[in-house]
Nanobody, 120 residues
C-alpha cells in the first residue's frame, strides 16, 4: 500500500504564499502522474494541478499563481501557492497514479489532506 504524506498547509493572509509537499512512502517502480486536488466546504473535490512526466496542467482559477513541481528522486510533488485568495481555502489532497513494481497493476492513491485557510 502506497502512502502519500502531505505537509505545508496552514493559515495565511490573502496575498500570501504557502508550499505544500507530498511524499510517497516507499520506492515505486513507476509514477505516471502526481497532482493536487482540493475540496472546499459544501463543494465537490476539484483538480488544482497535475504533472505527468514532462507536462503540467492547472485549473484556470490557479493559473499564474500556483506552480506544481516534482522531485523524481524523492518521489515527492510540491505545490507552490502564491497570491493566495480567500476562495483558495480548502482541504488540499495529494494524489498519485503509480505502478508499485514491474509486475503490479497501475493504481491511484490519495493523501489524507491538508487544510489551507486564507483569511481576507
Amino acid at each position: 500500500q502506497v502512502q502519500l504524506v502531505e505537509s505545508g498547509g496552514g493559515l495565511v493572509q490573502a496575498g500570501g504564499s504557502l508550499r505544500l509537499s507530498c511524499a510517497a512512502s516507499e520506492n515505486i517502480f513507476r509514477i505516471y502522474a502526481m497532482g493536487w486536488h482540493r475540496q472546499a466546504p459544501g463543494k465537490q473535490r476539484e483538480l488544482v494541478a497535475v504533472t505527468t512526466g514532462g507536462s503540467t496542467n492547472y485549473a484556470d482559477s490557479v493559473k499564474d499563481r500556483f506552480t506544481i513541481s516534482r522531485d523524481n528522486a524523492k518521489n515527492t510533488v510540491y505545490l507552490q501557492m502564491n497570491s493566495l485568495k480567500p476562495e483558495d481555502t480548502a482541504v488540499y489532497y495529494c494524489n498519485a497514479v503509480v505502478q508499485r513494481t514491474a509486475s503490479s497493476g497501475i493504481l491511484g492513491y490519495w493523501g489524507q489532506g491538508t487544510q489551507v485557510t486564507v483569511s481576507s
